[in-house]
């Protein structure tokens, strides 16, 4: 809706940009609230998972789309060189970003032998605020936008020409379901669920489990009312609800080992 924020010497700054990084330091301050143990490691863990989320973030999408250029590559060859590029690295992608992120820590935790699990739970509350805030860039930016709706939707969104960030892909001056706004406040409302898990279960692995079935199928619902057929789509489902599917699976999985070994509901 408002991709320029305001320009600092001759520059722009992006509402999404921005919103990014005050989901950034708005999950740092949750860690901090949450955090009773002071490991100083937690501060370096985090700095390497935004490290390995970005990288993700940017990768998922090219990876995604190989099997679509070579289906089609006698079309994607003819495409200019400017056009291929947007196909290919046209958006980050919040999956790839997870995945990437918690490889990064899986593998710095585990080189330098510090636990995974309590920083795991101590990450997944401040991950849905950060994600939260991301999604509300997304909205600013124009991006990730619902499938067409009556106007009197009550959760519609008229995005006018030119206000967005690429005018020529987002339908202009039609009511669009705004499921970024519809992801955010859920995602918030996860946080929320996610901090009270916490302060009963933290370091048993359990909320960070619960944050990956719930989002799973969050994700998974609200990909049904997306707009926006660049995410990529394979046969029935999308690419995230295959990643929801497999992350909803593996995390009910961990659940159930979990309770088996542990006394966390008593």
Same mark, same amino acid.
């Given at each position: 809706?408002?991709?320029?924020?305001?320009?600092?010497?001759?520059?722009?700054?992006?509402?999404?940009?921005?919103?990014?990084? =005050?989901?950034?330091?708005?999950?740092?301050?949750? #860690?901090?609230?949450?955090?009773?143990?002071?490991?100083?490691?937690?501060?370096?863990?985090?700095?390497?998972? #935004?490290?390995?989320?970005?990288?993700?973030?940017?990768? =998922?999408?090219?990876?995604?789309?190989?099997?679509?250029? #070579?289906?089609?590559?006698?079309?994607?060859?003819?495409?200019?060189?400017?056009?291929?590029?947007?196909?290919? &690295?046209?958006?980050?992608?919040?999956?790839?970003?997870?995945?990437?992120?918690?490889?990064?820590?899986?593998?710095?935790?585990?080189? /330098?032998?510090?636990?995974?699990?309590?920083?795991?739970?101590?990450?997944?509350?401040?991950?849905?605020?950060?994600?939260? &805030? @991301?999604?509300?860039?997304? &909205?600013?930016?124009?991006?990730?936008?619902?499938?067409?709706?009556?106007?009197?939707?009550?959760?519609?969104?008229?995005?006018?020409?030119?206000?967005?960030?690429?005018?020529?892909?987002?339908?202009?001056? #039609?009511?669009?379901?705004?499921?970024? *706004?519809?992801?955010?406040?859920?995602?918030?409302?996860?946080?929320?669920? *996610?901090?009270?898990?916490?302060?009963?279960?933290?370091?048993? @692995? =359990?909320?960070?489990?619960?944050? @990956?079935?719930?989002?799973?199928?969050?994700? &998974?619902?609200?990909?049904?009312?997306?707009?926006?057929?660049?995410?990529?789509? /394979?046969?029935?489902?999308?690419?995230?609800?295959?990643?929801?599917?497999?992350?909803?699976?593996?995390?009910?999985?961990?659940?159930?080992?979990?309770?088996?070994?542990?006394?966390?509901?008593?």
């Amino acid at each position: 809706m408002y991709p320029i924020l305001f320009e600092v010497f001759g520059r722009h700054v992006s509402t999404y940009g921005l919103l990014i990084v =005050l989901g950034a330091v708005a999950a740092w301050f949750v #860690i901090k609230a949450l955090d009773k143990s002071k490991d100083k490691n937690i501060s370096l863990v985090f700095l390497i998972c #935004i490290c390995g989320g970005l990288i993700g973030a940017f990768l =998922l999408r090219p990876i995604t789309r190989i099997p679509e250029i #070579i289906i089609h590559w006698e079309h994607f060859r003819q495409m200019p060189a400017r056009v291929a590029l947007s196909f290919i &690295f046209g958006e980050i992608v919040f999956y790839g970003g997870l995945i990437g992120g918690v490889t990064a820590m899986l593998i710095f935790c585990k080189s /330098y032998k510090i636990r995974i699990l309590p920083i795991a739970d101590l990450f997944a509350p401040a991950l849905a605020v950060a994600h939260g &805030f @991301g999604r509300i860039g997304c &909205f600013f930016g124009g991006c990730c936008y619902g499938i067409q709706v009556h106007p009197s939707h009550p959760v519609a969104v008229i995005f006018p020409a030119g206000a967005v960030s690429t005018p020529t892909s987002i339908p202009s001056g #039609i009511p669009l379901l705004a499921t970024q *706004l519809i992801e955010a406040v859920s995602l918030f409302l996860i946080a929320t669920v *996610l901090i009270i898990i916490y302060k009963k279960t933290a370091g048993t @692995g =359990l909320t960070v489990c619960i944050y @990956g079935i719930l989002y799973s199928i969050l994700r &998974f619902i609200l990909e049904f009312y997306r707009g926006d057929g660049a995410r990529g789509v /394979y046969g029935v489902f999308s690419v995230s609800q295959y990643i929801s599917m497999v992350l909803f699976v593996v995390c009910v999985g961990m659940v159930i080992l979990i309770l088996k070994r542990t006394d966390t509901l008593k």
